[in-house]
C-alpha cells in the first residue's frame, strides 16, 4: 500500500514545462490584473468626461434645431451601420477596389487587423474564415522561417565580431583560442538588444513617413507603428485611408513592405523577449525549490524535539529510591542531535527538560559498589540505554 500511494503521489507531481505552464499562467492574469488597474485610472475619467461631454452637445443639438432626440440617436445608428461598410463623414479612398483589399487581407493573413475595412456580405465573412485559416498559419510559419534566418545572421556577425576582438597574442595560444571561439556562443541578451535597436530604426523611419503623409505628430505615428507591428491593431489610427492617398502608388507599396518589416521584426523581438521570459520562470521555479528544501529540512531536523515537548501520550517513569546514587553534577545529554542539560539523580531522581511544556524524568549510572536489592534493579532506570521518558505537566 505505501508503495502504491508513493508512486501516485509522484504522478501527481507536474513536470517542469508543466509547472512553467501553470507559473506564466499565474503570472500573466497578475499582469493583466495590474495593467487593468493602471489604464482603468488613466482612461475612465476621460471616458466619462466625454460620456458627459456628448450628451451636452446631443441636446444642445435637438434643442437649436428642434428636433427629437429619438430620431437623431436613430440617424446616429444607421450611420454606425454605415460606416462598417466604408462610409466616413470625410471622403476617403475606396476601400474595396483592388488595392484596397489588397490592403485588408493583408492585415487579416498577418492578424493586424484594424478593423476599420470589415466584409458587409454574409458570402464575404463565411469566406473570410476559410481564407484566414491557412493565410494566418502561412504568415506564422513565414515569421518562424525569418526568425531563424535572423538569428542565424546576428550570431555569424557576433561571432566574428568576437573572433576579431579577442586575437590571440602569441602564437602558441592560437589553437587554445580556436577552441574558445568555436565553444562561443552569443548570449540571449544581446540577440534581444540587437531586435530592439532593429525594431526601433525600423518604427522611427516609418514613423518619419507616416507623419509626412498622414499628417499625425510624430508621437502618434510611433504609436501606430507600435500597434501595426505588433498585430495589436486598435484601428484608431490607419494609413493609407486618405483621398489623396489613391494616386500615391509609391506610398501604398512603402506602407506594404514597412508593415512586412515591421512585424518580422517585431516577431523576432517577441520571441527573443520570450526566451528571457522562460528564464526567469527557471529561476523562479529554482527559488521555490530551495525554500521547499530549507523548509522541508527544518522541519525534519526540530521534529524529535517537538515530539519531545509536545508528546500527549504520558510513558512510565522510574524513581530512583536509593540514596546511594553519587556524582552530582551538571551532565549534557546528547539526544537526536538537540544538546539537553540535565541534573543528577537527587532522593528523588527527577530531572527537568528544558522546554515549559513538560518534564522529563530519568535516572543515572548507580553506583554498583554497594548493595542494591534486586527489586531496586528493576525499578533502576539504566543510563547506558540512554532512554528518556517524558510526560506532560499537570494542568
Not at 219 to 230: G, K, P, R, T
Not at 284 to 305: A, N
Amino acid at each position: 500500500m505505501k508503495k502504491d500511494s508513493s508512486h501516485c503521489c509522484s504522478s501527481l507531481i507536474p513536470s517542469r514545462e508543466t509547472a512553467h505552464f501553470y507559473l506564466l499562467g499565474v503570472l500573466i492574469a497578475f499582469y493583466m490584473l495590474a495593467g487593468a488597474a493602471v489604464f482603468s485610472f488613466l482612461e475612465r475619467p476621460a471616458e466619462l468626461q466625454a460620456h458627459q461631454l456628448w450628451e451636452w452637445r446631443l441636446r444642445s443639438f435637438c434643442e437649436e434645431h428642434n428636433i427629437s432626440c429619438e430620431d437623431l440617436k436613430s440617424l446616429l445608428r444607421h450611420f454606425e451601420e454605415a460606416k462598417t461598410a466604408g462610409i466616413q463623414t470625410e471622403k476617403g479612398r475606396a476601400q474595396w477596389d483592388l488595392p484596397g483589399a489588397f490592403y485588408f487581407v493583408g492585415t487579416v493573413v498577418s492578424t493586424i487587423g484594424f478593423g476599420v475595412t470589415a466584409p458587409s456580405t454574409t458570402t464575404g465573412k463565411v469566406l473570410l474564415v476559410l481564407y484566414a485559416l491557412p493565410g494566418c498559419s502561412a504568415t506564422i510559419l513565414f515569421f518562424n522561417l525569418f526568425l531563424e534566418r535572423v538569428t542565424t545572421l546576428l550570431s555569424l556577425l557576433m561571432f566574428w565580431c568576437h573572433t576579431r576582438t579577442s586575437k590571440p597574442s602569441r602564437l602558441e595560444n592560437k589553437t587554445s583560442e580556436g577552441n574558445q571561439n568555436e565553444e562561443w556562443k552569443p548570449s540571449v541578451y544581446q540577440v534581444t538588444f540587437i531586435l530592439f535597436l532593429a525594431v526601433l530604426l525600423v518604427a522611427c523611419g516609418a514613423a518619419s513617413l507616416y507623419s509626412a503623409m498622414e499628417g499625425w505628430t510624430y508621437l502618434e505615428s510611433l504609436y501606430f507603428c507600435f500597434v501595426a507591428f505588433s498585430t495589436v491593431g486598435f484601428g484608431d489610427f490607419v494609413s493609407g485611408q486618405r483621398e489623396h492617398h489613391e494616386d500615391t502608388r509609391g506610398y501604398q507599396v512603402a506602407n506594404c513592405l514597412l508593415m512586412l518589416l515591421g512585424v518580422c521584426c517585431t516577431y523576432s523581438l517577441f520571441n527573443a523577449i520570450s526566451v528571457i521570459i522562460k528564464q526567469g520562470l527557471n529561476w523562479i521555479l529554482r527559488t521555490l525549490d530551495w525554500m521547499y528544501d530549507g523548509i522541508q529540512h527544518t522541519r525534519l531536523r526540530f521534529r524529535p524535539l517537538f515530539q519531545l515537548c509536545f508528546s500527549d501520550s504520558e510513558s512510565p517513569v522510574s524513581y530512583c529510591k536509593d540514596d546511594t546514587v553519587h556524582r552530582s553534577q551538571m551532565q549534557a545529554i546528547s539526544s537526536a542531535g538537540h544538546i539537553m542539560l540535565w541534573r543528577t539523580c537527587v532522593p528523588s531522581a527527577i530531572g527537568k527538560c528544558l522546554c515549559n511544556e513538560g518534564t522529563v524524568e530519568t535516572l543515572y549510572h548507580v553506583n554498583k559498589d554497594r548493595g542494591v536489592s534486586q527489586e531496586q534493579k528493576q525499578d533502576i532506570c539504566s543510563y547506558e540505554r540512554n532512554v528518556v521518558y517524558a510526560k506532560p505537566l499537570p494542568t
